[in-house]
């Protein structure tokens, strides 16, 4: 193996390799490394669908409130002569993605060996990151980064440290950043990372030294034209400031745009926080306006009230709707007449304390899903919307706030009841749609006032949302599936001008 090579033939069941060699750095890429990846895409085999072909157990995620974020089930084969069906469907972040791209790419005038392209990461790096903990011990951590595709433009995505970060996760969320960087026409192409580690175990110092270290690990693969890292689940402003400065320290330069989601003191951009939580909002009225109906008399149920879940509820509840309830991991709070959502503590402001508000009927958390509401926003965990509880949702309309929240196999149940859902890669794109204003305002040296981060927001989510209605009116197709024949007709249209190289 060369430096930065990925081996893919570990043997090691839920891994797609073992440490990326990094370091030493060449000055150029060896000529084995492009051979190694080139022949690996062409192969006659989708590497992502030959890992998860193992059938791995994956445990559930918490939620993030960055770029994106997942929950992983059971893995399932999901090769091209597999048994896919509604009663076996695979949940994980990546055979999700998968499974979507197929569903898709049957509408879609693109390529098949363009579309097998597609399904692969261009790479994944995995590292491993010492730390000196606090007492002098030294502790060593796994870090990844896949990347997707840049043929739009420089990767994006967030870098997340949970105890459950995997590689085939990372993969599988790095697609959904492409195709969300597609429908919101930015561009970028779609990454993911993190550590597999737990945030909560570490103090602020030993915090800090594993951001910075794994920054120095990924330096090579990263840069403001490269790959852009966001917070994810487990990070957030203070750790990209952190990335940023180690970055640049090595660059002899301060270089903010090698992240997004800083602090607006260090070239972040105001408005970004609350990016995810306001799309959301904005997508939901635009859809109660499409089906003719007044938001001032529709009832909304927020599951999560985290930066994406609280953002969007009071948004909607200052346009006029009446949000009903809203949940945590505590429990849901419920008013038939409305919440006062601004005094209803999000997670940031006060963790896990929705079930202190006063004015409503306390119920369990799971039972906000199945209430009788106009609109149903998931904005906590994915996998939360299953075949399982999918025949009892008695929402008219389901928009996503959380990155994959539905199954595939309650996607479809959705689709026979004919109730609408409105996908992630659209609604909550907010947050990589800021972020790509934050990163135009660090090349360029120039900041943005929050009105003109917002309207350029609305500009943006408008613009999107009419290429997805339009490919959904001509096509009749479900909206999820219009949002991804949009995204793979851009993505595909980019590869077929750009060609192959060599």
Request: some cysteine; proline content about 6%; charged content about 25%.
């Amino acid at each position: 193996m060369y430096p930065g090579d990925v081996d893919f033939s570990n043997g090691h069941e839920g891994t797609l390799g073992k440490r990326s060699l990094i370091n030493p750095r060449p000055p150029f890429p060896h000529p084995g490394y492009i051979s190694t990846m080139f022949a690996a895409k062409f192969m006659g085999v989708t590497l992502c669908r030959k890992v998860i072909e193992k059938k791995l157990s994956y445990p559930t995620n918490p939620s993030s409130q960055g770029e994106g974020d997942t929950s992983q089930i059971m893995v399932t084969d999901t090769t091209p002569n597999g048994d896919e069906s509604i009663d076996d469907p695979d949940d994980s972040a990546l055979g999700t993605a998968l499974h979507q791209i197929d569903r898709a790419a049957q509408h879609v005038d693109v390529d098949e060996g363009v579309l097998e392209l597609m399904k692969n990461p261009t790479r994944v790096v995995e590292v491993t990151v010492p730390v000196e903990r606090d007492d002098g011990s030294i502790e060593t951590f796994t870090g990844y980064r896949a990347q997707h595709d840049d043929v739009r433009g420089p990767y994006k995505g967030g870098i997340r440290y949970h105890p459950e970060v995997t590689a085939e996760e990372a993969v599988g969320l790095s697609m959904w950043m492409t195709w969300k960087c597609a429908v919101m026409d930015l561009p970028f192409g779609g990454a993911k990372g993190g550590v597999v580690v737990d945030p909560n175990d570490l103090s602020r110092k030993e915090n800090e030294r594993l951001t910075r270290r794994f920054t120095e690990e990924l330096r090579d693969v990263i840069g403001p034209t490269i790959d852009i890292a966001a917070p994810d689940m487990g990070t957030g402003p203070q750790t990209m400031a952190w990335m940023m400065d180690a970055f640049s320290m090595q660059q002899g330069e301060t270089i903010p745009g090698v992240v997004t989601g800083k602090p607006p003191i260090v070239g972040g951009s105001v408005g970004r926080e609350e990016a995810p939580g306001h799309s959301v909002a904005i997508i939901t009225r635009e859809f109660i306006d499409y089906q003719d109906r007044d938001l001032k008399d529709t009832t909304v149920a927020v599951q999560g009230y985290g930066s994406v879940g609280a953002n969007a509820a009071r948004a909607l509840d200052k346009w006029g709707a009446d949000v009903v309830a809203v949940s945590d991991v505590k429990g849901t709070v419920y008013n038939p007449e409305g919440l006062d959502t601004q005094t209803i503590p999000s997670y940031d402001e006060q963790p896990n304390a929705v079930t202190t508000y006063e004015e409503g009927e306390i119920l369990d958390a799971d039972e906000l899903l199945e209430l009788d509401v106009d609109v149903l926003i998931p904005a906590a965990i994915g996998g939360v919307l299953t075949e399982d509880n999918a025949d009892d949702i008695q929402a008219d309309i389901i928009v996503e706030g959380a990155n994959g929240p539905t199954t595939s196999g309650a996607d479809e149940i959705f689709a026979e009841r004919d109730i609408p859902l409105v996908p992630d890669i659209l609604a909550n794109a907010g947050g990589v749609t800021v972020s790509y204003f934050e990163w135009l305002q660090d090349i360029n040296r120039r900041k943005w006032d929050l009105e003109r981060v917002n309207e350029e927001l609305e500009e943006f989510m408008l613009s999107a949302w009419n290429d997805v209605r339009e490919i959904y009116e001509e096509r009749e197709l479900t909206w999820r599936e219009a949002a991804y024949v949009l995204a793979l007709e851009r993505v595909g249209e980019a590869k077929a001008y750009r060609g192959l190289w060599p």
